[in-house]
């Protein structure tokens, strides 16, 4: 969720400027309205760090592998369950993993600043908890997994060029076929509810 956080940052910050490059064309004799556009363009967000970018996939992980034990218990669709299933062990490998690089580089997790994963994993798991079981339920889990997963990958895109260590890299390559796969069933069992 991160990583949609920073691809809205950077769109916003894109489009400001070039509306205010824009506004600034008409008047090309006025610096001062150069200056205040520039002012008020926000900065970009801060460079994710290897340990940034641990805690981002960990925090994923762990909120995709409670949302797959979830699923295993409320869905009452055989496919959806399954799919929890899978999000259960193959996120908590990847978690695992994660882990294991983190203390054999001695990279310590620490959150980008801003960030608001853990509050919105929370709330996410709220809902899906009040919600009764059924096929909304189903729908609803299935509908944010599929959301989830695209953010994930666009995370995952962003983490990879920001990574400094080669061996993290490395794991962020392995991990985004894992996450597309999930993405694919996802979206798959998403068009076979109603």
């Given at each position: ?61 762990t909120a995709d592998s409670a ?120 979206k798959s069992i998403q068009g076979?509810?109603?």
């Open positions: 969720m991160h990583g949609k956080q920073i691809v809205i940052s950077v769109v916003l910050a894109a489009t400001i400027a070039a509306c205010s490059k824009a506004d600034n064309t008409a008047d090309t004799t006025s610096t001062a309205g150069a200056s205040d556009a520039a002012a008020m363009t926000p900065p970009p967000p801060p460079a994710l760090t290897d340990p940034n970018i641990v805690y981002i996939l960990d925090q994923a992980n949302r797959g034990k979830l699923a295993q218990t409320k869905s009452t669709n055989a496919e959806v369950k399954r799919f929890g299933g899978m999000m259960v062990g193959e996120h908590h490998g990847l978690r695992v993993k994660g882990q294991q690089l983190a203390t054999k580089l001695g990279v310590t997790p620490a959150a980008p600043s801003g960030d608001q994963s853990e509050a919105q994993a929370t709330t996410e798991m709220d809902a899906l908890n009040t919600q009764a079981k059924g096929a909304a339920w189903d729908k609803a889990y299935i509908d944010y997994e599929v959301t989830y997963h695209e953010q994930v990958l666009q995370t995952a895109t962003a983490a990879l060029a920001a990574a400094q260590n080669q061996e993290l890299k490395d794991l962020i390559g392995a991990a985004a076929p894992v996450i597309q796969k999930h993405l694919d069933m996802a076979k509810l109603k």
